[in-house]
């Protein structure tokens, strides 16, 4: 079945850093990718998405690519600051479907 | 506009009780998904509707767990005879297929604590 796998965490960087949390992916046919993030106390929101292969979502700083080739969707940021201490969710939307298949999600903490 | 409302925020209960908890979704949002999300853990599936097709019920960890969407919209999840297991974060979003490929809104989630 359709599953994600990101990596585990949690991540500590320091402010500035460069941040790449690994996603991959396994499904049939041409799923939609997302990040979501998940700031303390607050809840889940979408953080960028991408749709096809190829594409690159982008916010905030952070960006990912719909890798097709190599199955994966890895967000990076350039620059990390203390504000973006957060949980990491990597998500897949089965194409046809409405399911929605969730990764473990990523903690990182960054130190100023 | 108005975002995913879930009702209570907060609620404690007794072992063996039963609980509802409650998920208005945006207006116009086809499809309603519930998940659970344990402390430290990710998120974990339980049920999602669409439309008047009948919901995917996959993820229900068990038979004392039901939720029933009305008209399209509001839902409530339903715990019957609660165990201290249940205790958990539960998350209610919206989606609408066709736009915006199927991004999720959450809602801010029930804090259940069983005791």
């Known amino acids: 079945g359709n599953s994600v796998t990101q990596m585990e965490g949690p991540v500590t960087l320091s402010e500035e850093a460069f941040l790449t949390i690994n996603c991959t992916y396994t499904?049939?046919?041409?799923?939609?990718l997302f990040w979501y993030v998940q700031y303390p106390g607050e809840g889940l929101q979408l953080l960028l998405k991408?749709?096809?292969?190829?594409d690159k979502g982008s916010n905030k700083g952070f960006e990912a690519t719909y890798r097709k080739e190599t199955t994966s969707f890895h967000l990076e940021k350039g620059s990390v600051q203390v504000s973006d201490s957060a949980v990491y969710f990597c998500a897949l939307s089965e194409p046809g479907g409405f399911k929605t298949i969730f990764g473990a999600g990523t903690r990182l903490f960054v130190k100023a | 506009g108005a975002g995913v409302s879930q009702s209570p925020s907060n609620k404690v209960t007794e072992k063996g009780k039963d609980v509802e908890l409650r998920c208005d979704p945006i207006s116009g949002h086809t499809a309603l998904y519930w998940y659970r999300q344990s402390l430290g853990q990710g998120l974990e599936f339980l049920i999602y509707f669409q439309g008047n097709s009948a919901p995917d019920k996959s993820g229900l960890p068990s038979d004392r767990f039901s939720a029933e969407r009305t008209g399209g919209s509001v839902s409530t999840l339903t715990i019957q005879r609660t165990q201290q297991e249940d205790s958990a974060v539960y998350l209610c979003a919206s989606s609408h297929r066709d736009k915006e490929a199927n991004t999720q809104y959450f809602g801010p989630g029930t804090r259940l604590t069983v005791l």
């Open positions: 991408a749709t096809k292969a190829d």
């Open positions: 499904a049939t046919g041409y799923p939609s």
